[in-house]
């Protein structure tokens, strides 16, 4: 049983106002149903929130994915839910961390890395790849996701 609001973030789906982060990685791992509402009149004393019951059925198995990498993802992407993916992947502090991020990665694949670095560049050609350039976080729904992912360590 959880607090109403919180257990419709778990089953909003992309578009809804409630529709997150936690909604994402919540459906990423499980099956999500709110099961009945729980009127705050049915407890002595009346808590001040309504409350639902809320079935969390994993996923078995899970998905084959770097979870790390999901969660990276999914936190730039939710910075600011209503902006363009482009407009949020192209923050200089997101491209610094991604442009780090990427050196390690190469490092630890015994991969060159390119004299002419452009993480912008870079971070473009995998939006347009996935012709995504100009989509919302709030309304990508997790196969949306799973393909940023999998574009991700390729770059």
């Not at 529709?19 to 001040?48: H, W």
């Not at 409350?51 to 969660?71: K, Q």
């Not at 190469?106 to 100009?134: F, G, H, T």
Request: overall charge positive.
């Amino acid at each position: 049983m959880f607090q109403r609001e919180f257990a419709q973030r778990l089953v909003a789906k992309p578009g809804d106002k409630l529709y997150c982060r936690l909604s994402v990685n919540t459906q990423l791992l499980a099956r999500v149903d709110i099961l009945m509402k729980v009127g705050k009149n049915n407890f002595r004393p009346p808590p001040k929130v309504e409350s639902s019951v809320v079935r969390l059925e994993p996923r078995n198995p899970p998905p084959e994915i770097n979870f790390e990498e999901w969660d990276g993802l999914t936190r730039i992407a939710f910075i600011r839910k209503n902006k363009t993916l482009s407009a949020a992947f192209k923050q200089t502090a997101v491209i610094t961390t991604l442009e780090k991020n990427y050196r390690i990665y190469c490092s630890k694949e015994n991969k060159v890395i390119p004299d002419d670095l452009d993480m912008k560049l870079m971070i473009d050609a995998i939006l347009v790849r996935s012709k995504s350039e100009s989509k919302r976080a709030r309304t990508m729904d997790i196969d949306d996701f799973l393909v940023h992912v999998h574009l991700l360590p390729s770059m």
